[in-house]
Every structure is written in structure tokens, then in C-alpha cells.
């Protein structure tokens, strides 16, 4: 993450900027920089998907592990997220420096992906009470440049539905004894449904409007991101954020499907392109 | 040999390469924009990510600084979904910790340090994906990615693996080969003077071999460093064609030395 | 890390006993009204006992009691900044650490900190932040520990009121308090200030839309929000709803908290006898 600062020159031709909704790159205030995805990224994953959004980089990776279900809800899979903030970033990050921004992440990720209504998760159930899949989400940092949540966000959507779960086969011996059995066929296995999983949405307040995907450098002007807001703004907030995050998904989702559809035939980029 | 046959009768590997034969090695330059210099690269299934900041005033404890030269400062890592079964701690294990020492004896061998005292130069890697040779993907990724920060070196290091299996020495070892429990030799070389950078090697090996193995590593790295050479030579064209003007000198000394006009961050 | 070994530590793997209850067994909150006698969708916080300056070694702090939940607050500093590389000349830093006693839950938990501690305590810097006149200390920092002695719901909440009214009984410049409210949104209708089965949510009906809680810090006399949380899946409106609920709710604490304040000045700089 590059340190920015601003001085306040520069502060007020941001700021007057967004009150006339033209930003410094030419954007409105509710327009993203631009995004983009690719999955399957990484084979020796389940699902795995990389965004970069201006020059944020982000790279998902998820495997899934069969564990056990906890306790309190005996018939559901769960998700376990980790953020890894890698020097790659910034060298501030080295060692154990990212550790903090990690488990910020990672909580508010868990948070928001861990809601009844965006992954189903007794799909993920084996058997109840015994055995589960656990979803391993793994985040990589590997490039920040602004607005790390909606990236990430975008980036684990994407993979959950890259993501491809093996079936199994649960067969009973004559003691009672249960055995999972892993098919044989790579290709038989289970999708998730993603349709309701969702992406977060930052909203960053400079001077008297809220700008979508905000930069570094119009969140230095925000305060730094910290700070209070008045009731009334919030509501306001909340309503571009609705309105952004509907206008995200249907794009977000005809753009997964599409590289679907492309099948074998796509060619992989990854990092080369 | 441990079940798997490693060598067929026909003298081919398990993944049909013959022993001398290298995987393929794909790479990129200039990967992200905010940090001094990156490269992205992949031998066969091993991917591999280095980044570069610097050279910059040293960071943290002042009683780092050396005054006659650049201190290098290394940081290994491995991405938590990169290997098959899921790794909890990205690095900071003692495996991480051995070889960012390893990475960074390598590179202060190679990098003219003397160029910056006072300063520190960082090199981060990150491995997304391991299949074998992680630490020759790694060297060579951040071999790409210090030419790429415009840090002058003696000379390209390439670093490449090789391993012994009955009387036959193999070149850049898989996963596979690397776990089958055979010797297996890690060694980072500069072609041009063929100095040797860095040798490691583990279990038992007889000293008659060893001029074999060693030969086969050697010969190995110098077909990467001709890939990597390429792949230099590639970007340069690539950002010549896009600058015009262009900021490269190729000095007489085997010093390589790629300055990026200003302009170009703006890309 | 303390670990005490004179301790008789339970298994690594334990679980409350609790959860094995038979569901007839388990206390299930009533559908209609609530078990406090309270009202669902009205603003009836639990009645607050607040008092400062009961840590004497600290510059400040506070106890602060709603229902059952239980929590004390004491604040160190201003002080020379420990990590001599983070100093910051034009204003001080704020540290917030936010623990639960093992004992608090129903289950028990561990002295180091969680994530969840972790993550509340970073709400709890967020929220207080923006009240804090952090100019005033340069160069300085200012250490705040809430523990939680007991948890029944809406300890976040309760952790900021508590912390606001700590950092004033230290005499740290602020714009104005901090207060804290929370809010447990069941459907069409709301519990404020939820108690901990209200919050865990075991309770309320299943497959209902608008199913979330919400907990908002408030500077009440600027009317300005310095911090917002909500969890769970709500439309636009029921959050905003929510949101203005929980205002009201924290406009219900500032005179419970002015008394307090009040008071503990009086102690601190009695009024002359005559």
C-alpha cells in the first residue's frame, strides 16, 4: 500500500471534483475503476479467482477439507476465512506486520459471507453431527491500491462459484461403521450456488457527497476513513450502496457465466498477460 | 525408490520428460505496478511471484545499515492454498525462514551491493503454487524482478534442481521426483563466469557422482538462464516499442543495468 | 502469553454441557413480548447503573451495569508513546483493548484475546476515535481497557458508553461522549438493547426475513455517528428503521450518564460546605 498524502491544494480540487461528480481519473461517484476477473487460476485448488481492481490485486483461493460439523449446528458445512497481507503488498506488511489488517479482513469477511441466505451451507453437510465440508477461503493480498473489500468481495464470489466440490458416497458396513468414499470421476462433483452471495460495497464521504471504490488518495481526503457522519448521510449511504451493489452483481454474474461457458477453449492468462 | 518408478526402462520420467529435459518455463516482467520491480514465473506447474522494493533507507533498527554496501533482506513465503494439503501459516515456519536465509546469501552474491551503502534492498516472494523447485522458481523469479527494478547485478543467478536416480542424473525435479526420497541437489548459478551463488544438497550421494550431478544442475541452469535472457530481452522490446525513447544500456561489463524512465510508471 | 499452569486446565476440545440440552429443555424467548417485560419495537433500553472511578490506579474508569450485563472500563495516559517509531507529532494515538473474562460466557473462554475480542476491540477504537480530542496529545498515547465481568448482550454497546464515560472521568479533552446502543432486528418488529439468548438469536423464528442486529455509537449533543455495525440480512428500510431506533435508544442513556459524571466530579472537587 503506498502512503499517500495530500496537501490541501490538492484536497480541494478532489473535493470540488466530487461535488461536480467528475473525479480526479474521470470517473463519477458511483462508477468502479476498472475490473478484472479471471478464475481457475490456480489448479491444485477447489475454486480460485484473481481480481485486480485499478491496481489492487487480489488472488482467492478456496480448498475444501471434510471436517467436523461444530456442535451447535450439526447439520451445516462452515467457511473459515484467512486474509494473508504478504510483504508482496507493501513491506510494511512484512513479518508479522500484516497480521492486524488480516484478521480485520478476515473477521468482516466472515461476517458477511456467513449469512443464511448466501451459501446454503447444510449443502455442505455429509453427514450430520459427523462429517462436513469446510470451505477454506484463502485471500491474498497481493497488490493494494484502495477499496481492499469490495475487491476482495468481488474475488470470493468469484471463486465460490468457480469453486467445484467433489461428490461422496457414504456406504454403511454391517457394524453400523460409516465409510466416505470420494467418486472416482473428477468431474462428478458439486457447485455452489452464488446467485445470493454478497459483494461489499465501500462508500467513502468526502466533503458533502459519498464517492463508490474510492482511491487512496480520496480516502486521504476523507480523513483517512475514520471519523463520524450524521445520521442522515448514512441513510443516504446505505441507499447508493443497495442501488451500486445491485448494478454489480447482474454485470458480475453474466461476466462468471460467460467464462464458463468458454469451457477448455479459454485461454488461461493468469499473471501472464 | 519408494513404489514409484521415477526412471522407465526406456529412460523416460514420470511426467515423459527425458533427464536432462527442462519443464516449461513461462515468465513475465513489470507484474505490478506500485513496487520497484516484479516478476511472475512458472516452471511447469511451480508458480512463483517476486517483488522488489528499493534500494530505500533502511527500515526499522538503524543498526542494520552496513556502510560499505546494501543490506539485502529477503522474505519467503508460500500462498496457504499452494500446496496439496492446506498450509496454516503463509511463512514464518523454520522451512520459510531457511530459505529466505538462502535467497538472500544468493542475491547478496550476485547484487552490486557496494553500489548502495547505507540503503536496503527488498526481495518478496511468494510461491501460489508448488510443484517442486521452489527455490529455483523463486531465485529465478526475483532474478527477473531485480533486473526489473533496475538493480545492476553481475550477472543473471539461475537456479535450477536435479536429482540422482539409478546412475542417471535428472534436471529440474517435480514433486513427484523431489518426495520420492532420492538425493536431490538445489544449486544457483552466473552463467557467464559459472560461479557458483548458492549449492544445497541432501541425503546420501557417492562422491563419484557428484561431478555428474553438479554438471547436470550447471547445464540446466544455463538453459534457464537463456529463457530468462530471452524474457529480459522481450520486455525491454515491449516497453521500448511503447516508450520510444528508451533508458537501456547493455555496458560492456557483464553488469546488466535497466533504467526505467520515469515515464513508464505511468503505464 | 499467561498460562497458568497451576491451573487444572479442561480438555483442548470441551463443550458446554448446555448444548446438549433436549430442545423442549432449552429456554426459548417468547414470540410475542419479552422476558423482561419489555416491549418488542420500543425503545425500553434495560436500566443502567453507571458510576466512575473505582480503579484507583487508573487515571479513570467506569462500571457500567445493564440487566445482567456487566462490564468495567479504566483508562491510562496521557503517556510518553511506547513504540517510539509509531509517535506521531500533531496528535496522540488511542489503544483500545477490549477482553472478555473467561468466566463472562456461558462457555468459557481464554485469557488471550480472540478474534472476536480483537474485532470489538477495533470497533471500540473506531467509535471512541471520533470523539476524542486527539489533537490536544501529541506525541502521546491513551490506553483503554473495557473487561467484560459478565455477558448478556449488547456488550459492544455497553463497551463504548462505558469507555466514553471512563475517558472523561480521566479528564481527556473530548467533543462529547460516546454512547453506545444496540439493537436485535427479529423480522417486522425489534428488541432494543437485547439480552444474550435475544442476541444469539436461537430463539426468534426461523425462515423470517430481517433477521440482523444493528449497534450504533452515538456523539449524542453533535448527533453524529461515530460507529455502525450490523450483521445479518435486513432490507434498506428496516436498517434505517433500526438505525434510528438505536439513536433514540442512546438518547435514553445521556442522562444516566451525565448523572454519573456529575457525580463522580462532585467527589473528585466537593462543593464548598457553605
Known amino acids: ?44 485448488t477447489d475454486g480460485s479467482a484473481k481480481v485486480t481492481l485499478g491496481h489492487t490485486a487480489i488472488l482467492v483461493g478456496i480448498k475444501a477439507e471434510i471436517g467436523k460439523p461444530r456442535p451447535m449446528v450439526a447439520d451445516e458445512g462452515f467457511l473459515e476465512f484467512f486474509v494473508d497481507c504478504s510483504a508482496n503488498a507493501t513491506p510494511e506488511f512484512e513479518g508479522r506486520g500484516g497480521d492486524e489488517l488480516g484478521t480485520e479482513l478476515s473477521n468482516t469477511l466472515y461476517k458477511v459471507f456467513n449469512n443464511r441466505n448466501s451459501i446454503d451451507l447444510r449443502t455442505l453437510c455429509i453427514s450430520p453431527g459427523e462429517h462436513c465440508w469446510v470451505l477454506y477461503i484463502d485471500v491474498l493480498l497481493l497488490q493494494c491500491d484502495g477499496n481492499l473489500f469490495d475487491a476482495i468481495s468481488v474475488a470470493v464470489k468469484a471463486a465460490l462459484f468457480n469453486t467445484r466440490i467433489p461428490k461422496v458416497h457414504i456406504s454403511e458396513d454391517e457394524e453400523g461403521g460409516k465409510e466416505i468414499e470420494l467418486s472416482d470421476d473428477p468431474y462428478d462433483c458439486m457447485r455452489l450456488n452464488v446467485e445470493n452471495v454478497p459483494c461489499i460495497v465501500t462508500l467513502c464521504k468526502v466533503g458533502h457527497r459519498h464517492v463508490v471504490d474510492a482511491t487512496l488518495l480520496e480516502k486521504a481526503c476523507s480523513e483517512g476513513g475514520r471519523g463520524s457522519l450524521d445520521p442522515e448521510s448514512i441513510f443516504e449511504m446505505t441507499e447508493t450502496g443497495k442501488r451500486v451493489g445491485k448494478a454489480l452483481h447482474a454485470p458480475l454474474m453474466e461476466v462468471l457465466q460467460k467464462e464458463e461457458s468458454l469451457g477448455k477453449k479459454r485461454q488461461k492468462v493468469g499473471f501472464l498477460g | 525408490m519408494a513404489g514409484l518408478e521415477l526412471l522407465s526402462d526406456q529412460g523416460y520420467r514420470v511426467d515423459g520428460r527425458k533427464p536432462s529435459e527442462l519443464r516449461k518455463v513461462q515468465a513475465r516482467m513489470g507484474v505490478f505496478a506500485q513496487a520497484d520491480g516484479s516478476a511472475y514465473i512458472e516452471q511447469g506447474n511451480t508458480k512463483a511471484l517476486a517483488v522488489v522494493y528499493g534500494p530505500h533507507e533502511v527500515r526499522g533498527s538503524r543498526s542494520r545499515t552496513l556502510h560499505d554496501r546494501a543490506v539485502i533482506n529477503c522474505q519467503y513465503s508460500m500462498a496457504t492454498f499452494s500446496t496439496a494439503e492446506r498450509k496454516r501459516r503463509p511463512h514464518g515456519d523454520r522451512k520459510s525462514s531457511e530459505m529466505s536465509l538462502h535467497l538472500k546469501q544468493t542475491f547478496e552474491a550476485a547484487v552490486l551491493t557496494q553500489l548502495y551503502p547505507r540503503s536496503q534492498i527488498d526481495i518478496y516472494v511468494k510461491i501460489l503454487q508448488s510443484d517442486g523447485g521452489n527455490y529455483s522458481a523463486c531465485v529465478n523469479a526475483a532474478t527477473l524482478a531485480v533486473i526489473d527494478a533496475g538493480i545492476p547485478m553481475r550477472d543473471y543467478v539461475c537456479a535450477c534442481s536435479a536429482g540422482f536416480v539409478e546412475d542417471t542424473p535428472l534436471a529440474d525435479l517435480c514433486h513427484a521426483e523431489e518426495s520420492g526420497g532420492g538425493t536431490s541437489l538445489a ?11 548458492l549449492l544445497q544438497m541432501d541425503a546420501r550421494l557417492h562422491q563419484d557422482h557428484l561431478d555428474t550431478l553438479i554438471e547436470a544442475a550447471m547445464t540446466a541452469c544455463k538453459g534457464l538462464s537463456d529463457v530468462l535472457d530471452s524474457v529480459v530481452r522481450q520486455h525491454l522490446q515491449e516497453v521500448s516499442v511503447l516508450t520510444r525513447d528508451l533508458g537501456v544500456c547493455f555496458s560492456a561489463s557483464p553488469c546488466i543495468s535497466v533504467r526505467k524512465p520515469p515515464a513508464l510508471y505511468l503505464l | 502469553m499467561p498460562v497458568d499452569t497451576k491451573r487444572v486446565r479442561g480438555p483442548d476440545e470441551s463443550q458446554s454441557p448446555l448444548i446438549f440440552l433436549p430442545k423442549s429443555a432449552q429456554k426459548v424467548v417468547p414470540k410475542e413480548g419479552r422476558e423482561d417485560g419489555r416491549q418488542r419495537g420500543q425503545t425500553d433500553v434495560r436500566p443502567v447503573f453507571a458510576r466512575c472511578g473505582l480503579v484507583s490506579q487508573a487515571k479513570g474508569s467506569a462500571y457500567i451495569e445493564a440487566g445482567n450485563t456487566k462490564l468495567m472500563c479504566s483508562v491510562y495516559g496521557p503517556r510518553e508513546i511506547e513504540r517510539k517509531d509509531e509517535t506521531d507529532m500533531k496528535s496522540g494515538r488511542l489503544f483500545c483493548d477490549f477482553r472478555f473474562a473467561p468466566f463472562s460466557c456461558q462457555k468459557r ?56 464515560l471512563a475517558l472523561a472521568d480521566a479528564g481527556i479533552e473530548m467533543y462529547d461522549l460516546v454512547l453506545g446502543c444496540s439493537l436485535r432486528q427479529d423480522g417486522a418488529t425489534y428488541l432494543i438493547d437485547p439480552t444474550f439468548p435475544e442476541e444469539s438469536g436461537s430463539c426468534v423464528a426461523d425462515n423470517a426475513e430481517n433477521q440482523g442486529s444493528v449497534t450504533v455509537a452515538l456523539l449524542p449533543s453533535l448527533n453524529q455517528v461515530s460507529g455502525l455495525q450490523s450483521d445479518g440480512e435486513m432490507g434498506e428500510e428496516t436498517l434505517v428503521d433500526a438505525v434510528r431506533a438505536c439513536i433514540e435508544g442512546c438518547h435514553k442513556l445521556y442522562p444516566v450518564v451525565q448523572q454519573a459524571l456529575i457525580k463522580s466530579v462532585r467527589r473528585k472537587a466537593p462543593p464548598p460546605e457553605n
Open chain 2, 187 to 197: 544449486l544457483a548459478l552466473l552463467p557467464r563466469g559459472g560461479q557458483i551463488a
Open chain 3, 109 to 164: 473462554g481464554a485469557w488471550i484475546q480472540g478474534s472476536e475480542e480483537k474485532d470489538f476491540s477495533l470497533a471500540l477504537l473506531e467509535s471512541l476515535r471520533p470523539g476524542v480530542c486527539l489533537h490536544k496529545y501529541p506525541r502521546s498515547q491513551i490506553e483503554v481497557n473495557v473487561m467484560v465481568l459478565e455477558n448478556d448482550g449488547s456488550v459492544l454497546a455497553h463497551a463504548v458508553t462505558c469507555a466514553s
Open chain 1, 1 to 44: 500500500m503506498a502512503t499517500v498524502q495530500v496537501s490541501e491544494a490538492e484536497k480541494v480540487y478532489i473535493m470540488h471534483g466530487v461535488r461536480d461528480d467528475l473525479r480526479v481519473d474521470g470517473r463519477g461517484c458511483e462508477d468502479y475503476r476498472h475490473m478484472e476477473i479471471e478464475t481457475d487460476v490456480v489448479s491444485n
